[in-house]
């Protein structure tokens, strides 16, 4: 089992940037897989960024080119950067990480607001 704690939400403006960072209590070498969620007001949740232990990277179709997921295996903590937020990038957004095995585990998540 790990925890992870998301951090670095808040209310931007349109056009704005913001940095998410998700800290695990233990190493990152093992996860299989580690990235974002996000879940708007009366939506599903959608995946936003992933990235494998080998370091290559996944982006829904409508963050592609704003932002970028990273991470600093040192730090055991993955990093969401998010350049030109629109309203809707609105969410709570979720740290997830996937082990070999299949099994996963989930941040508290952050809320991100973005108003135009």
């Known amino acids: 089992q790990v925890q992870l704690v998301e951090s670095g939400g808040g209310l931007v403006q349109a056009g704005e940037s913001l940095s998410l960072s998700c800290v695990a209590s233990r190493s990152i070498f093992s996860f299989a897989i580690m990235g974002w969620y996000r879940q708007a007001p009366g939506k599903q949740r959608e995946l936003v960024a992933d990235i494998t232990g080998g370091g290559s990277t996944n982006y829904a179709d409508s963050v592609k080119g704003r932002f970028t997921i990273f991470k600093d295996n040192s730090a055991n903590t993955v990093h969401l950067l998010m350049n030109s937020l629109q309203p809707e990038d609105t969410g709570v957004y979720y740290c997830?990480?996937?082990?070999?095995?299949?099994?996963?585990?989930w941040g508290q998540g952050t809320q991100v607001t973005v108003s135009s």
């Open positions: 997830f990480a996937d082990t070999s095995a299949g099994f996963r585990s």
